[in-house]
Nanobody, 125 residues
Framework: EVQLVESGGGLVQAGGSLRLSCAASGFTFDDYVIGWFHQAPGKEREAVSCINNVDSSTYYTDSVKGRFTISSDSAKNTVYLQMNSLKPEDTAIYYC??????????????????WGQGTQVTVSS
């Protein structure tokens, strides 16, 4: 059974940091692209960052460049999203998702195969 389990969300003041984790199981981790998405109330889900576990390439949406860092630990089948200098506009539910790299069409691809349940991130001003 495929599972993606996010953790690490919470309430933090603006300027603070959080590290989200996405623990994966049930598929060959090293063959997949893992993405982080967020969805704020009343808004569409947006891509935040992703990492290609095949070649270790990373991608970020412009609004988080320089503040967020994605990393992957294949020994633990876990992807992390280190979020620094958090802003109120980062408030959202954060989801991780996985797609097999062979089927991934690049940063703009939103057709991920597996999704986690999400973790809430709230940044107070």
């Amino acid at each position: 059974e495929v599972q993606l389990v996010e953790s690490g969300g919470g309430l933090v003041q603006a300027g603070g940091s959080l590290r989200l984790s996405c623990a994966a199981s049930g598929f060959t981790f090293d063959d997949y692209v893992i993405g982080w998405f967020h969805q704020a109330p009343g808004k569409e889900r947006e891509a935040v960052s992703c990492i290609n576990n095949v070649d270790s390439s990373t991608y970020y949406t412009d609004s988080v460049k320089g503040r967020f860092t994605i990393s992957s630990d294949s020994a633990k089948n876990t992807v992390y999203l280190q979020m620094n200098s958090l802003k109120p506009e980062d408030t959202a539910i954060y989801y991780c998702a996985a797609v097999e790299e062979a089927w991934w069409t690049g940063w703009g691809d939103r057709e991920y195969d597996y999704w986690g349940q999400g973790t809430q991130v709230t940044v107070s001003s």
